[in-house]
């Protein structure tokens, strides 16, 4: 288990929290953790796409010209897939895309992609980013900036943190979630992960009651 310092809104130490092993120092299973996104991106396409065969373009109801003696190829419609305009063949129809993935599987993905950024002192506590109770994108970007300096940042708030959501949710280098949402496809894409020093505690909380229910 190690720990990490909780950072306040003016950037001094205001303690430390531990971050358990068993979360955040596992052995990267990247395999697995790539199984996990890919079935997470296939779940979030539309699976809309649609194209017409012959028999649902419209035009066609006539034959062209008459089959013999025109020295052509004979045809019976100029909505054939050969003609511009005409119908596609095997072409891509609506379909779910969706793959089954185990929850025990989410859970370890997501202990690897945060253990490999706690490894390389990538996660960092904050006890809240404003200082007072009113909202300030400002305030909250310059607490941000005094312990994650990349452009892709990953901020972990809890669900009832409405002031620090409403300071940060504007600024096109962080991504926001909660904690009860934290997946490995969105602590894979940033380079840093922020939690507040509460959403941690959901987090983990979580979590602990997730691994008691599969026992």
Known sequence: ????????????????????GNVFDVAANIPLMHQVVVAQLAAARQGTHKAKTRGEVAGG???????????????????APQFTGGGVVHGPVPRDYSQRT??????????????DRARDGRVFVVESFLAGEKPSTKAAIATLRKVAQSNKVLVVLDSQDELNWVSLRNEPTV?????????????????????????????????????????
């Open 102 to 115: 185990p929850k025990k599987m989410k859970a370890a993905a997501l202990r690897s992609a945060l253990s």
């Open 61 to 79: 109801g006539k034959k062209p010209y008459k089959q013999k003696g025109t020295g052509r190829a004979r045809q019976g419609s100029i909505r």
């Open 175 to 215: 991504h926001l979630i909660e904690a009860g949402q934290l997946n490995t496809y969105d602590v894979l894409v940033a380079d840093e992960v922020v939690f507040t020093k509460v959403a941690l505690d959901e987090f983990l909380g979580g979590t602990a009651k997730s691994e008691e229910g599969d026992k």
């Open 1 to 20: 288990m190690s720990s990490v310092d909780v950072i306040n809104a003016e950037g001094a130490k205001a303690g430390s929290v531990d971050l358990p």
